[in-house]
């Protein structure tokens, strides 16, 4: 086992990087739209917001490692299809969580407004320019962090 390849190399922490990443992105909205980032599952104000936030952070990271370190020893020992599964797998959990949860994601309001049905839509809500703006910023994070690990792979090849 000593000598096996390592599976925590540059890629192993741009996956903990961007999980950061996507975790500070959506700091703003624990603070301007607490009731919408808990889904609307319990009234914000019944629970430690900043504990809960940090809990949050610590998930990120783990599901991040947790994805790539499955991934890259099945790529390490030839299985694909079972880099293939796991990348599946992450994608199924995270359509059905949106499944689950997009009537919430798609109101805009407090706690007791959900629960009576007096929300706005995300596209007429104060937070939707925000929402643009860390779409932006996600999506420029994980194409700068593929881009170097794909030229920093090929670097490691051409020695």
């Known amino acids: 086992m000593s000598r096996k390849p390592n599976p925590f190399g540059p890629s192993a922490w741009a996956a903990v990087g961007y999980a950061l990443i996507f975790w500070a992105s959506v700091t703003w909205f624990v603070f301007n739209a ?9 009234p914000a104000e019944t629970v ?3 504990a809960l936030h940090a809990l949050f952070a610590l998930c990120l990271v783990l599901a991040a490692l947790a994805g790539h370190t499955l991934t890259a020893v099945l790529l390490q020992r030839n299985s694909i299809i079972g880099a293939v599964s796991v990348l599946a797998s992450g994608t199924i959990i995270l359509v059905g969580l ?3 949860t ?4 798609m109101a805009m309001g407090t706690f007791l407004e959900f629960m009576n049905g007096q929300t706005t839509t995300l596209t007429e809500s104060s937070i939707s320019g925000a929402m643009n703006v860390v779409g932006i ?7 700068a962090l593929m881009l170097w690990l794909y030229t920093d792979g090929k670097r490691l090849r051409a020695r």
């Open 34 to 42: 607490p009731d919408w980032m808990l889904s609307y599952f319990v």
């Open 48 to 50: 430690p917001l900043m």
């Open 98 to 100: 949106w499944g689950l």
């Open 102 to 105: 997009l009537d919430r994601y």
């Open 137 to 143: 910023v996600q999506g420029l994070t994980a194409g």
